[in-house]
């Protein structure tokens, strides 16, 4: 594919478009010391973090719902459907990964060291490389145990819905991950429900799953576009990510010319990796301290503000398709109740991507903070909200459940919504409450829903300006 700019130019017209790309002095190294905010490094694994970092109780019991959290619908109200989106579960490292590992370990290879001149160096240089290109970001069996037991901790919080002989539509992307995980999610509820069997088929739709992949203007103007990726660039080179260099060269005794923000990125990755795919401590591990490891999930959570997030509109409204998709599932099963039909779709599971939930999740306006992830705001942004890895870990689920309600005050109130993002209730923007109805929810993302229109957003300008001229 064909790159538009360089990576290395963050010139005035990017400037303009996406803010300052300029680094920061020393001031704000000495606003990095704060009191660290939990033991280890599985807190900042960003996108890689394992499922159990944003609900621990399931360390202790894997099919635990753990504590209540947000309003239960009234006693009145019976769930007619729910609508689940799900990131896949654990993965293996995409092939890439695997060959820029493999050119740090060979690195360490080269040049033997002296245990005890450089005891990092010689236990990484005896770690048995066991990562293959051919792995290439294949679902782990954690992965399939993250889907099984999500699975059943979902029938057992929504049993009504997962009653035996309940049709199940499940959907996924075309990646061999996803598939594996809807397989996996479907074996996790056992034989009852209608379609029957284990093996029951996954419908493959990346037109929702992956529609980052089918709009065209993403594809030219972030996708394929080094200077969407501004600021990601600049604070690879910055003050902060020089620290950590440093110091990994150090510990591994290597030239800092040696190193590189990416090489030392898949080696806290490979940390990330070996935790939740093996629930070991690896010796990658030791390299980094808790403040590297902020800093290295800034620069994660910086690549997924920009290209998933709120960085570039064209980021969220690409979701706008599966957003509307989900609404006209739920408007069906609010017709079906009226008529006093049977629910045609009781229950639709998706599988897809942390690209597929990060756009959306930012089209729904979450996880916004007042102030974009910019290269030069690191310090002011340690109390972000958009932290990736406590948004979309392995095996992230956004699920809407629709309601009926009984004995209502007002017609309105009869159907309701509750909204739930990793197990956990959801408050709405605009009521600051876990339930809504159904008619205050659609009136909130009324333009969404009615001027939201793929197409017409994904389509490339046909004037001749530049990518940054358009974003």
């Known amino acids: 594919r064909r790159r538009r700019r360089s990576a290395s130019s963050c010139g005035s017209r990017a400037v303009a478009a996406m803010a300052p790309c300029r680094a920061v002095g020393s001031l704000l190294l000495l606003l990095l010391v704060l009191p660290p905010a939990s033991a280890g490094l599985s807190g900042y694994f960003g996108t890689k973090s394992r499922y159990e970092e944003v609900n621990p109780h399931l360390v202790r019991d894997p099919l635990s719902l753990g504590p209540g959290a947000g309003e239960s619908p009234p006693a009145t109200c019976a769930p007619l459907q729910l609508r689940a989106v799900l990131r896949h579960g654990t993965r293996y490292p995409t092939a890439g990964q695997v060959r820029r590992l493999g050119e740090l370990h060979a690195r360490l290879l080269r040049r033997p060291t002296e245990p005890t001149a450089c005891p990092a160096a010689a236990a990484l240089a005896t770690w048995p490389m066991w990562y293959e290109e051919s792995l290439d970001g294949r679902l782990a069996p954690q992965g399939r145990r993250d889907m099984e037991q999500l699975a059943r901790r979902l029938a057992a919080r929504f049993p009504a819905l997962f009653a035996a002989r309940r049709r199940l539509a499940l959907a996924s992307s075309s990646k061999h991950r996803c598939l594996q995980s809807g397989a996996a999610f479907r074996r996790g509820l056992g034989p009852d429900l209608s379609l029957g069997g284990d093996e029951v088929e996954v ?40 620290k950590v260099l440093e110091k990994v060269a150090s510990a591994l005794c290597l030239p800092v010319e040696e190193l590189n923000a990416d090489l030392v990125q898949v080696a806290f990755l490979t940390c990330s990796y070996e935790l939740a795919i093996k629930n070991v401590t690896s010796p990658w591990c030791s390299l980094f301290t808790e403040e590297d490891a902020k800093v290295l999930e800034y620069l994660n959570d910086l690549k997924q503000y920009w290209k998933r997030g709120y960085g570039y509109d064209i980021n969220s409204r690409s979701s706008c398709i599966l957003f509307q998709d989900i609404f006209q599932h739920l408007d069906k099963a609010v017709e079906e109740s009226k008529s006093s039909k049977p629910i045609s779709s009781p229950l639709i599971v998706q599988v897809g991507h942390a690209e597929t939930l990060q756009p959306l999740l930012a089209l729904m306006g979450f996880f916004k903070d007042e102030e974009p992830l910019l290269a030069n705001n690191f310090a002011r942004q340690m109390h972000r909200k958009f932290r990736s890895g406590r948004i979309v870990p392995y095996a992230a689920n956004l699920v809407f459940v629709l309601y009926h309600c009984d004995h209502v005050n007002a017609s309105r109130e009869e159907y309701q919504v509750q909204m739930l993002l990793n197990e956990r209730p959801m408050s709405f923007h605009h009521s600051n409450e876990t339930i809504s109805t159904y008619a205050d929810l659609k009136d909130y993302y009324r333009d969404i829903l009615e001027n939201c229109h793929f197409k017409e957003e994904c389509e490339l300008p046909k004037v001749n300006v530049t990518a940054v001229d358009e974003l």
């Open 203 to 242: 419908q493959v739709n990346d037109s929702l799953m992956r529609f980052f992949d089918h709009c065209a203007k993403f594809v030219a103007l972030v996708e394929e576009n080094d200077a969407a990726m501004c600021q990601v660039s600049a604070f690879k080179e910055g003050p902060e990510m020089k």
